[in-house]
C-alpha cells in the first residue's frame, strides 16, 4: 500500500520545523500522519496482524500508532527526542521529500522492529 503523495508533500519541511523546534501543532499531525501510513502499511502487509489485533485487543489503526507512539516521545523542553535523533543524520536543507523519507530510519527497519516488539511480548 503506498503513501498517497498528499502526506509527503512538505515532510522535510516539517522534519526542519521539527528538529528545529519550531513547529506547529499541524506540522507535527502531518509527520505523525507520515509514520502512521508507514506503519499501517507494514502491518497489513503481516499474516499476523489478525493475531496481534486479538491478542492485544488493538484494532488495526490502534496497533500502528502504538508501533510510532515512541518516535514521538518529547522531554521536558518538548524536543521530540527520537525525531531529533534519527534526523541529525541527514541535511534537512537539500534534501528532498523522497530523499527524508528513504532515510533509514524511516523505512520499515523500524517499524518490522515494533512488531517483532509485541510479537515477542
Same mark, same amino acid.
Given at each position: 500500500?503506498?503513501?498517497?503523495?498528499?502526506?509527503?508533500?512538505?515532510? =522535510?519541511?516539517?522534519?526542519?520545523?521539527?528538529?528545529? =523546534?519550531?513547529?506547529?501543532?499541524?506540522?507535527?499531525?502531518?509527520?505523525?500522519? !507520515?509514520?502512521?501510513?508507514?506503519?499501517?502499511?507494514?502491518?497489513?502487509?503481516?499474516?499476523?496482524?489478525?493475531?496481534?489485533?486479538?491478542?492485544?485487543?488493538?484494532?488495526?489503526?490502534?496497533?500502528?500508532?502504538?508501533?510510532?507512539?515512541? !518516535?514521538?516521545?518529547?522531554?521536558?523542553?518538548?524536543?521530540?527526542?527520537?525525531?531529533?535523533?534519527?534526523?541529525?543524520?541527514?541535511?534537512?536543507?537539500?534534501?528532498?521529500?523522497?530523499? !527524508?523519507?528513504?532515510?533509514?530510519? !524511516?523505512?520499515?527497519?523500524?517499524?518490522?522492529?515494533?512488531?517483532?516488539? =509485541?510479537?515477542? =511480548?
Amino acid at each position: 500500500m503506498p503513501i498517497p503523495s498528499k502526506l509527503l508533500c512538505g515532510l =522535510r519541511g516539517n522534519l526542519k520545523a521539527i528538529v528545529s =523546534r519550531t513547529y506547529s501543532h499541524q506540522q507535527l499531525n502531518a509527520v505523525v500522519g !507520515v509514520a502512521h501510513a508507514l506503519a499501517s502499511s507494514f502491518l497489513l502487509s503481516k499474516k499476523s496482524l489478525f493475531r496481534l489485533s486479538e491478542l492485544h485487543g488493538l484494532s488495526h489503526t490502534d496497533l500502528s500508532l502504538d508501533c510510532i507512539a515512541d !518516535v514521538f516521545q518529547q522531554d521536558d523542553a518538548g524536543s521530540l527526542i527520537q525525531l531529533n535523533a534519527y534526523f541529525a543524520g541527514i541535511d534537512l536543507e537539500t534534501a528532498s521529500d523522497q530523499q !527524508v523519507l528513504a532515510h533509514p530510519c !524511516v523505512s520499515a527497519g523500524h517499524d518490522q522492529q515494533c512488531a517483532t516488539d =509485541r510479537t515477542c =511480548r
